[in-house]
């Protein structure tokens, strides 16, 4: 069924605490864990529990999943103290744009200035 953990993601073992993350947030619907290979001082993923394979499929299948991740980023940004200074949220998707794990996840990035446009 749609949104079903997948036996062979990441992402769904560290939702099912399966797969140890340093956690900053969780909610009923999402995850917030520390990235392992930070880009910036605060490189926070928020990832939906249930498992589609990119955003856009997580909005068509369960918006109000899809709003919980964007509501959640901003309270990571209020608690790494970011918000003022400003954050961006990234959803790499496909191969091309550096997608490597096919579970839906916003990077949140902020701490230091940010280019425009991303490389
Ligand atoms: P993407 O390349 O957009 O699919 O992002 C995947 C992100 O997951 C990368 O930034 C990785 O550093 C991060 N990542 C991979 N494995 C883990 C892990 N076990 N814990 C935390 N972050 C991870
Ligand atoms: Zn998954």
Known sequence: MAGEPQADCLF???AAGKVP??????TDTT???RDINPQAPTHVLVIPKVHYPDAATL???????AAD???AAEE???????????????FNT?????????????HILGGR???WPPG
């Open 94 to 106: 496909g191969s091309g744009a550096g997608q490597t794990v096919f579970h839906t996840h916003a």
């Open 113 to 115: 200035s940010l280019q």
């Open 31 to 33: 995850v917030a864990f």
């Open 12 to 14: 769904c073992k560290i």
């Open 69 to 71: 991740i964007l509501r």
């Open 21 to 26: 993350a340093t956690i900053v947030r969780e």
């Open 76 to 90: 990571i940004a209020e608690l790494d103290d970011i918000k003022e200074t400003g954050f961006r949220i990234v």
């Open 59 to 65: 909005a068509a299948a369960e918006p109000q999943v």
